[in-house]
C-alpha cells in the first residue's frame, strides 16, 4: 500500500463534523415547527392538533423532501417560516448528506489522482528501506544536501514508520522490502539510489539482492550490524555498505582515548555546525595544482570513479575530472549541487 503525506483532517473528524451539523439542522427546525405548532394542522388527526412528535415527524419527512402532505402550514405566518427558514435549512441538509457522500468520493479520487501522479513523477528517486534511526538521519542528511522530500520514498513494514515517514513529508510503501512487488510499488525499477537501512543483517542481504534484480544501475547502499556480514552483502550488490556497530564502537574508543579526537571525529558526523566533509567538482584554477596547496583540506581525490589518498602519487597533480573529498566549515554553503564551490567555472566547463 502506497501512503503520500496527508495534506487534510482526518475523515472522520470530518464526518463527524457534518454529522452534527445535519443533527444541528434536525433539532432547529422541529423547534421552529414546535413552537409554531398553532399554525400548522394534523389532516390525519380529528383536533388538527401538532404534538411534539408530529413536529418531529414533519421535519423529518419535510427535510428529506419526502412530504406526504397529512401535516401542513396552514396560517400566512407558518408558510412564511416555511418558505425563507425551513426551505433553506432543507437545502442545507440535503448539501450535507449529499456532500458527504460527494467528499468520499472525490477524497478517494483524489488520493488515487495523487498516486497515479506521483508514481508518473518518480524517476532517478531514492528509495529507502527501513524508517528507523538510521533512515530517517540518512534523510535528514539527504535533505540538508539538496534532495527534494518528493524525490524520496521509503519503503517499512511498521505502522509507527509509516507514521513518522508521512509526518516528515514522505511518501510511504507499506510492506516488506523483500518481496518484489512492495518494490515495484515504490518504483525501485526507476530509482538512482537505494538505501537499505533494515534491521536484521539476513534482511538487508535479501532486500539487498531483490533491489538489485530489479534495478541493475541502481547505487546502493546498506547498512550491516556486524563486520562479518559486508562481504557478504557487497556480494549481494550493495555498492557500498556501512558497519554501524563497528564505526560506532570505533567511535566510542576514540572518544574514550582521547575526547577531543572523539569530539573533532562527531562534529564531522553532525549536520550543520562546526565542521563538514564534502564532495566537489574541479575548479578550473586548481586544475595542474597538488591537492595540499588548495585552500580546502583535500582528504581524498577521486579519479575516473577511484578514491585516492590525498598523498596518493597517482594524484600528485590534480587534473580536469577529478573530484574533490574536502573537509571545510559548515558555514561554506550551498551543499548542492556543488558543495564547497561559489559559481566558480568548473574545470570541466571550460572551453
Given at each position: 500500500m502506497l501512503t503520500l503525506p496527508a495534506r487534510q483532517r482526518s475523515p472522520w473528524w470530518e464526518l463527524g463534523r457534518r454529522l452534527l451539523a445535519a443533527i444541528g439542522i434536525l433539532v432547529f427546525t422541529v423547534a421552529i415547527v414546535w413552537f409554531d405548532r398553532d399554525g400548522y394542522v394534523d389532516n390525519s388527526d380529528p383536533t388538527n392538533q401538532v404534538s411534539l412528535v408530529d413536529a418531529m415527524y414533519y421535519t423529518t419527512v419535510t427535510l428529506s423532501t419526502t412530504g406526504y402532505g397529512d401535516i401542513a402550514p396552514a396560517t400566512d405566518t407558518a408558510r412564511l417560516v416555511n418558505a425563507f427558514v425551513?426551505?433553506?435549512l432543507r437545502i442545507a441538509f440535503l448539501v450535507l448528506l449529499i456532500g458527504t457522500t460527494l467528499e468520499v468520493l472525490a477524497a478517494q479520487g483524489r488520493e488515487m489522482f495523487r498516486v497515479a501522479r506521483w508514481r508518473r513523477k518518480m524517476n532517478q528517486h531514492v528509495v529507502v528501506i527501513g524508517y528507523g534511526t538510521k533512515g530517517r538521519s540518512a534523510v535528514q542528511t539527504l535533505?540538508?544536501?539538496?534532495?527534494?522530500?518528493?524525490?524520496?520514498?521509503?519503503?517499512?513494514?511498521?505502522t509507527v514508520g509509516q507514521e513518522e515517514a508521512n509526518a516528515d513529508g514522505l511518501a510511504v510503501v507499506t510492506g516488506d522490502a523483500t518481496r518484489r512487488d512492495v518494490l515495484r510499488r515504490a518504483g525501485v525499477e526507476h530509482a538512482q539510489q537505494v538505501i537499505i537501512t533494515t534491521a536484521r543483517d539476513d534482511t538487508t542481504?535479501?532486500?539487498t539482492l531483490t533491489v538489485r534484480q530489479l534495478n541493475p544501475d541502481a547505487y546502493i547502499v546498506a547498512a550491516v550490524r556486524e563486520q562479518d556480514n559486508v562481504q557478504l552483502v557487497r556480494q549481494s550488490g550493495a555498492d557500498s555498505v556501512i558497519t554501524s556497530s563497528d564505526a560506532v564502537g570505533r567511535l566510542l574508543g576514540l572518544a574514550s582515548y582521547s575526547p577531543?579526537?572523539?569530539a573533532v571525529m562527531e562534529d564531522l558526523l553532525t549536520y550543520g555546525e562546526g565542521l563538514e566533509v564534502a564532495q566537489r567538482e574541479l575548479l578550473v584554477g586548481e586544475v595542474g595544482r597538488a591537492p595540499q596547496s588548495l585552500p580546502d583540506q583535500v582528504i581524498a581525490v577521486v579519479r575516473d570513479e577511484k578514491v585516492y589518498r590525498y598523498f596518493d602519487p597517482t594524484v600528485t597533480l590534480l587534473a580536469r575530472g577529478d573530484e574533490l573529498i574536502v573537509v571545510r566549515p559548515s558555514k561554506e554553503l550551498p551543499w548542492a549541487p556543488r558543495p564547497g564551490t561559489h559559481?566558480?567555472?568548473?574545470?570541466d566547463e571550460e572551453e
Open positions: 425551513v426551505t433553506p535533505v540538508s544536501n539538496g534532495t527534494s522530500r518528493d524525490s524520496v520514498v521509503v519503503v517499512d513494514p511498521s542481504v535479501l532486500a577531543n579526537l572523539g559559481n566558480e567555472t568548473l574545470a
